[in-house]
């Protein structure tokens, strides 16, 4: 009629494939033709297989690694910034799948047994992390009331010195510039009261 001899479709994370015949000789000859084992074969293996999608994952989230190509009674994980990570596979109760947690870092982790290599999974930086939204300075200090916090709060610009503004609140700011800025007014008065003093002796004179 037309219609597919074989579709797929996705739910969530699950896969499924639909036959528009039924695998019994009173719907047709399907079982009997020579592509009926391997097709299942294959429907089989995709549909437990894992996708991309799946391997997807996100710093700190939890990993589900297939070992099926595991000989070793001990796996090694070697973590993006080189430390390893040593698993004995006789005290996992699953020893063709492996729940593994500690993907804090983000980057490409390789599982050995023995010297090979039998699998590699990707670890991403959360998404949440390049969400380039600013807080105003009164959303943040009511959200510093909120947890009660109770130490020193000090915001910096973006056109100051984060430095010298760390320096101040430790240690205060300088007062040199200010007492020689009031030392030049006073020798500015100074000398305009000399001058009027001047003025007024001559006058009298």
Do not use: C, H
């Not at 690694?65 to 996992?92: A, H």
């Not at 050995?112 to 300075?137: C, R």
């Amino acid at each position: 009629d037309g219609s597919s001899f074989l579709s797929g479709f996705t739910d969530g994370r699950g896969k499924v494939l639909v036959f528009n015949t039924a695998p019994v000789l009173a719907w047709g000859t399907f079982p009997l033709k020579s592509i009926f084992a391997p097709l299942l074969y294959k429907s089989v293996y995709y549909l437990a297989s894992q996708s991309n999608g799946d391997n997807q994952l996100i710093a700190g989230s939890r990993a589900i690694v297939n070992l099926e190509n595991n000989i070793s009674p001990q796996i090694k994980i070697v973590r993006p910034d080189k430390t390893e990570d040593f698993i004995n596979m006789q005290n996992q109760t699953n020893m063709k799948f492996m729940e593994y947690d500690k993907t804090t870092l983000a980057g490409n982790y390789k599982i050995y047994s023995g010297n090979n290599i039998i699998k590699e999974f990707s670890v991403n930086p959360d998404p949440a992390e390049s969400v380039m939204k600013y807080l105003t300075i009164g959303d943040f200090e009511n959200y510093l009331k909120k947890i009660n916090f109770k130490g020193k709060f000090i915001n910096v610009s973006k056109n100051e010195d984060p430095a010298k503004v760390i320096m101040q609140s430790r240690f205060g700011s300088e007062l040199w510039q200010y007492f020689l800025a009031m030392a030049l007014i006073l020798a500015l008065i100074e000398m305009a009261v000399a001058r009027n003093a001047k003025k007024e002796l001559i006058n009298e004179s």
